[in-house]
């Protein structure tokens, strides 16, 4: 059986002068219009260079396909998501419950915010998600909470460690986008975004020695 081929999803080429990046910019926020409205399925470079007011040709300069311009709107809104994150499980001034419980909080809303062009994203992930770009972001989440747990939990074997990077990430991934769909109040989705936190931290609580430390944490951050 043939190797099913990996899409390529690199940019051919990055803007060096105003205008070139102007263009790119038009061309992505016409994506976006194109992606909410359309669906991933039906999303196409036509339809896009036609929203964008530029030819096709002019598109090409910069996506070889269609595939490279979903991936580049994932990247951006992963590479948003990943700084929020990165800036609060890695803030040695919150202790590690805090950390995680307000992680939850701001990847829920995140989740929660434009959820149609989220959605839209998801849906058109299987078109891209093959291509090795795609696995670094992935693997570049992983590690981001492996790093927390690992401080999280300092006494804890690399397998365990690496049990628990994977349970969180697991966990806050699919509720997050299942909450998306739901169209709940941000006052819900705080709830549940708490809820979920007081979950992760009792988890810690048994896994680790923050014992009483992790349970007065928690308090206090309500």
């Known amino acids: 059986m043939a190797r099913r081929r990996k899409p390529v999803i690199s940019a051919r080429k990055n803007p060096q002068q105003t205008r070139s990046a102007q263009l790119v910019a038009a061309i992505l926020e016409a994506a976006i219009r194109v992606l909410v409205r359309d669906g991933a399925y039906h999303f196409t470079t036509a339809r896009v260079a036609e929203a964008a007011g530029v030819s096709v040709g002019s598109l090409y300069q910069y996506f070889p396909n269609k595939e490279a311009i979903l991936f580049r709107l994932q990247a951006q809104e992963w590479r ?32 929660c915010d434009e959820a149609a062009f989220r959605s839209a994203l998801e849906e058109a992930a299987p078109l891209y998600r093959e291509a090795p770009e795609a696995g670094a972001h992935a693997e570049e989440g992983r590690d981001l909470m492996e790093r927390f747990i690992k401080d999280a939990l300092p006494r804890a074997s690399a397998r365990e460690r690496a049990f628990a990077a994977d349970l969180v990430g697991i966990v806050m991934s699919s509720t997050g986008k299942a909450i998306s769909i739901q169209n709940r109040s941000r006052s819900e989705v705080d709830a549940l975004a708490d809820a979920v936190g007081d979950m992760f931290c ?21």
């Open 80 to 111: 948003q998501t990943m700084d929020q994150l990165d800036r609060i499980l890695s803030d040695q001034s919150m202790p590690a419950p805090q950390r995680i419980r307000a992680a939850v909080r701001t990847f829920f809303r995140s989740e």
């Open 202 to 222: 009792a988890y810690l609580e048994t896994r680790g020695d923050h014992g009483r430390t992790a349970t007065q944490a928690v308090r206090k951050a309500k």
